[in-house]
């Protein structure tokens, strides 16, 4: 084939078409629809608990899904003053949103010093200031569990999942 002479033409190389159509949440990533946020939050707490009749168990920890993290993290260390136990964790094996304001974590433990023992550990973000309105409840695999609303100290829920 010979083309004598100038020829002018339009080539459209690619195109593209948007328009805005609701995207459910529950949908992420289909149909166009940008995928889901990951939720990425974490507690952290400290403070004391009441426990047996007059006694106080004092803890502090840090749990959750901490940004760019792709496992729940976090330290637990927890004494109970009436019958002198310490826990202390290994890890934190899982991380739980149970409610709005509420967490769970969970995961390997010492108690006094020696390893085997496995905890699981409640706690909630009632409001501020967290005395009184925060909860933190501890149970071990040993048997011994103890829980209530904090007699001291605050629970706080960071950036929390919608």
Do not use: W
């Amino acid at each position: 084939m010979t083309v004598t002479g100038l020829l002018q033409a339009e080539v459209i190389l690619s195109s593209a078409h948007s328009d805005i159509n609701g995207c459910p949440s529950s949908v992420g990533g289909e149909g166009g629809c940008p995928p889901a946020p990951e939720c990425h939050d974490f507690v952290t707490g400290g403070g004391f608990i009441a426990v047996g009749s007059g006694g106080r168990a004092n803890f502090g920890f840090n749990a959750g899904m901490k940004p760019n993290a792709t496992a729940a993290d976090g330290h637990l260390n927890y004494i109970d003053h009436t019958t002198g136990m310490h826990v202390k964790s290994i890890n934190v094996a899982s991380y739980t949103q149970t409610g709005a304001t509420s967490r769970r974590f969970q995961g390997d433990a010492e108690v006094n010093g020696q390893a085997g023992f496995t905890y699981v550990v409640d706690v909630a973000d009632n409001g501020e200031p967290g005395r009184h309105t925060d909860t933190f409840s501890i149970s071990l695999s040993s048997g011994y569990s103890a829980g209530g609303p904090l007699e001291g100290g605050n629970i706080q829920l960071h950036k929390p999942c919608p």
